[in-house]
């Protein structure tokens, strides 16, 4: 319940109505008056040095943005009201799948901003635009997930039934997670076309879509519906799905639409950036198939269904390497069914190759390699943009 309250208490200003419609009580949020801090948790003032304000924090800067943004969204510049129920949608969609996640990827792009710049460079518009990109990222995963649950059949996400699992939705969901990518693109014509820095954002977040997509792809074609063939689970392959459906979009995108906002154009230094994100982007994805068969539910907000869903996860194609040809027997037995018994005894399996303690010594091995990358190509680059990165998902649980 206590988990419950705090989701409501901080959750934008639009899902706090809709919850007060259903629950009448009265929620109390306390204003936070501090010299602005990241998401990574360092901690500056906006604006010049000389005139220190009183300021939110930037987590909740990004949350007073997300209602502003849905009225851009739906009701800026359109007029025809045979449009109404239409928008009405679009507002629900926006609020069900947008704001109620971790806001990590988002919330990156003003903490790499606050690594990129000094505080006087970091004028109010700039700090404005930079939220708006992060929301433009979470509208962007809201995206791929609205379409990657219906692929997988999943149940629940982030605490609550899949979209398309609510009454009255199923398969229009699909048309909703069109609306969630083309409102990416209509924040950023609204509130940056007259940056020079447009362009560049407009190409980032075409091509990392396209490469999430192909990622996608690979995903769907190494395990396609109906067919177990544990032979296409390699390393090479897991690790292609990785960089291309995680990494580029949950690392190297926000980090590098600060970048660019910062007027860092040169492709050298966004090649040394995309080289490092995208190798904690594979530990990321990696922990993240952990967690779906080992974290707690109440904590990830998630049923893992990796193992009845027949994925590519690291936890198998690992296990495939280590394991007796009567385990891989075992394991093509049981893979891929939708049967708690089966599901049970592929866990029992993971048990016995001790594949807990095999991730905590890749856990600790990719956060050597992290520190030598960051070390040998982030000579021109803050390391806190990095290093700040790192501390929030090394050791996390959901």
């Known amino acids: 319940m206590r988990r419950l309250l705090n989701l409501v208490m901080f959750a934008p200003k639009t899902i706090r109505t809709m919850w007060h419609d259903v629950f009448p009580y009265h929620f109390k949020t306390t204003s936070v008056l501090l010299c602005t801090s990241s998401f990574q948790g360092d901690h500056s003032c906006n604006g010049t040095q000389s005139s220190i304000k009183a300021l939110s924090s930037d987590p909740q800067l990004f949350e007073d943005q997300f209602d502003k943004l849905v009225t851009d969204l739906s009701e800026r510049d359109i007029v025809d009201p045979s449009l109404a129920d239409a928008l009405t949608r679009l507002r629900e969609v926006l609020v069900y799948n947008s704001p109620l996640g971790k806001r990590n990827r988002g919330l990156s792009v003003i903490g790499s901003l606050r690594d990129l710049l000094p505080p006087t460079q970091l004028t109010q518009d ?22 990657d649950d219906i692929m997988d059949g999943s149940v629940t996400r982030r605490g609550q039934p899949c979209w398309y699992k609510r009454d009255g939705i199923g398969l229009d969901a699909i048309n909703d997670s069109y609306l969630l990518e083309a409102s990416v693109y209509r924040l950023l014509r609204i509130h940056c076309r007259k940056q020079p820095y447009y362009v560049h954002l407009l190409e980032l977040f075409t091509e990392i879509s396209f490469q999430t997509e192909l990622g996608q792809s690979l995903d769907l074609m190494t395990a396609p519906p109906g067919q177990i063939d544990l032979s296409r689970f390699t390393m090479d392959r897991y690790k292609a799905i990785v960089k291309y459906k995680t990494a580029f979009y949950s690392f190297y995108l926000p980090v590098a639409a600060a970048m660019y906002i910062a007027g860092i154009e040169s492709e050298e230094e966004h090649n040394n950036a995309k080289l490092i994100l995208l190798e904690m982007g594979e530990f990321f994805q990696i922990q993240d198939d952990y967690l779906d ?11 893992g269904t990796d193992i009845q869903d027949n994925k590519c996860s690291w936890l198998v194609v690992t296990a495939l390497e280590t394991m007796t040809p009567e385990q891989r027997a075992e394991l ?9 018994a089966c599901v049970e005894k592929v866990k029992a399996l993971y048990n016995t190759l001790q594949m ?30 990095f290093l700040n990165f790192a501390k929030k998902i090394y050791k996390r649980t959901k």
């Open 332 to 340: 093509e037995a049981c893979y891929g069914q939708n049967d708690d």
């Open 356 to 385: 807990p303690k095999l991730y905590h010594n890749y856990e600790e091995e990719s956060y050597q390699r992290l520190q030598k990358l960051i070390a040998c190509h982030a000579q021109n680059l803050p390391h806190s943009v």
């Open 293 to 303: 068969c080992y974290g707690d539910p109440a904590v990830t907000g998630k049923i």
């Open 126 to 147: 700039t700090v404005q635009q930079s939220l708006v990109v992060g929301w433009c990222i979470e509208m962007l995963q809201g995206c791929f997930l609205v379409a």
